[in-house]
């Protein structure tokens, strides 16, 4: 299976996700600064990467993981590739995961200021803090996503 974490920018949320998801991130305690930085794609994506899905990798299933970013087309950018999926009969082989739901304000304001506004002295320090704030909800929802990735392949 293909699963496919996507938020604003795919430079926070999604590659926290889907660094816990590989196990590059421990579930069992936050992250550092330092731990955070040294992640694929954690505040170094620019305008260009919009749009462009990255691969992470493979976890201990065999499941490929990838990270987007899709600006604010929220959930209607999942139902766009769910479609696609579909229409090429590969429905039952993504996934595809919306990340918004848990991203936080610090998330945003560091984010905006450290990608959009290409401040990341100031942003990032702020998108970091977010992000541990932010990281019993992300571990949640990854829990949540194998659960249901296990779920659907005993059908």
């Known amino acids: 299976m293909k699963i496919i974490y996507h938020c604003f920018g795919g430079s926070h949320s999604s590659v926290t996700a889907a660094a816990l998801h590989l196990g590059l991130l421990s579930k069992e305690r936050l992250p550092t600064a330092q731990e955070l930085m040294a992640l694929p794609y954690y505040d170094k994506t620019n305008d260009d990467d919009f749009g462009s899905i990255h691969y992470m990798g493979r976890d201990e299933k065999g499941n490929e993981i990838y990270i987007l970013g899709k600006k604010s087309l ?11 999926a579909e229409m090429l009969g590969k429905e039952d082989q993504i996934m595809v995961v919306n990340v918004m ?17 290409s401040m990341p002295v100031l942003g990032r320090p702020v998108v970091i803090q977010g992000t541990r704030q932010a990281f019993a909800s992300l571990v949640n929802m990854v829990e949540v996503i194998k659960i249901r990735i296990l779920d659907l392949k005993q059908r």
């Open 101 to 117: 739901e848990r991203v936080n304000m610090s998330m945003k304001l560091g984010g905006f200021t450290s990608r959009r506004v």
């Open 74 to 84: 929220g959930n209607r950018f999942s139902h766009l590739l769910m479609g696609i």
